[in-house]
């Protein structure tokens, strides 16, 4: 785990879910731990252990989504010299060398039948045996378990064990996704904007331009916190001016005008004969559904569109008009409607 995270947040959301973790990590029993990808599931797992009596015993992680199935339990229990082809040597799995500490395990729902059998035994009895051997080996681990996945309704469907489930989940903390944690970007913007100026060299932090903050507050951040570590530091590092506030930010890296050309299917058979196929109509999005006023909706796109062009080309105003397609002349226009200034 990258010591240099840090839990950052102001939500109550997010508060409520770090509160309960604290009070969760005296206790011995198993703390299942759901959210998203990127909201935090690891450093929840930390602080359950830094805060027990185990905080000076070991902690291992291991996720499950790593390893291919057949090595999931030799991983796990550990295995006896020539108990399968390339076991040319005797060695611990996880649980004895998490003895008397918390042993995580990350993208738990990936688990095979056959390893959530092994481990319900682990868990109910304190015993593992390694693959190959008769012997079982008593240990003292504390269970941290997390997942993005819907659990109960794999339990349901017979995808996963529900007694394993039961057992797992003396308590449960859901992570709120960032995009409900209201006040939380903007305080991890600058968080992370300020350590990547430092790690630059800046002298200073700019901060970003009113119409980026927007952008990152009105994003929905499917990638949770992790995502926006990237698009801040991305956003820092290809900024020019530390005198001036960031005024551009690209939320997908992979978008270019350059990207391989990708062909599309070709049409079926029965499209051929000159008959195009019939598609019902795109729906309307939602907030269309809101717009009252289409002279103001039309201007305030019209802006969005501007600021994000200009902060793309770093002001520069006759390649901003030649992106957009308008004459230099225009796009002052543009500017001095929307009342712009760089």
């Not at 997942?147 to 489930?165: I, Q, S, V, W, Y």
């Not at 802006?303 to 770093?314: N, P, Q, S």
Request: glycine share 8%.
């Amino acid at each position: 785990m990258e010591r240099a995270q840090q839990f950052i947040g102001q939500s109550g959301a997010f508060l409520d879910a770090v509160e309960r973790a604290s009070r969760a990590a005296p206790m011995r029993r198993p703390v299942l731990v759901i959210g998203e990808r990127g909201t935090g599931k690891e450093l929840i797992a930390e602080r359950l252990h830094r805060l027990s009596s185990r905080w000076d015993e070991p902690l291992v992680t291991m996720n499950c989504a790593a390893l291919p199935e057949t090595l999931i339990e030799a991983e796990l229990f550990g295995h006896e010299a020539g108990a399968f082809t390339g076991a040319t040597k005797t060695r611990a799995g996880r649980f004895e060398e998490a003895d008397k500490g918390t042993l995580f395990l990350d993208e738990l729902g990936t688990l095979s039948m056959a390893a959530q059998e092994r481990l319900l035994r682990a868990v109910e009895y304190g015993e593992v045996t390694r693959i190959g051997s008769n012997r079982p080996v008593r240990v003292d681990v504390r269970i941290v378990a997390a997942t993005n996945e819907d659990l109960p309704a794999k339990a349901e469907r017979g995808e996963f064990r529900a007694d394993l489930l039961d057992r797992l989940s003396f308590e449960v903390i859901t992570l709120p996704p960032l995009r409900v944690r209201e006040g939380d970007v903007a305080v991890l913007s600058d968080h992370f904007g300020r350590r990547m100026a430092a790690e630059l060299g800046w002298e200073g932090w700019p901060g970003f331009a009113p119409h980026v903050a927007r952008q990152l507050d009105e994003y929905a951040w499917p990638g949770n916190v992790r995502e926006l570590r990237n698009v801040i530091e991305r956003a820092v590092y290809r900024w020019d001016d530390w005198e001036e506030p960031i005024g551009h930010v690209q939320f997908d890296p992979f978008d270019s005008p350059w990207k391989p050309f990708v062909p599309k299917p070709r049409a079926p058979e029965a499209w051929r004969d000159g008959a195009a196929p019939t598609t019902p109509p795109a729906a309307a999005p939602a907030e269309l559904d809101t717009v009252d006023d289409l002279r103001a909706a039309v201007d305030a796109h019209e802006r969005a569109i501007l600021e994000h062009a200009l902060g793309k080309h770093r002001w520069n105003q006759r390649q901003t008009a030649k992106a957009l397609g308008l004459s230099y002349d225009q796009l002052r226009h543009c500017i001095k409607k929307h009342g712009l200034s760089e």
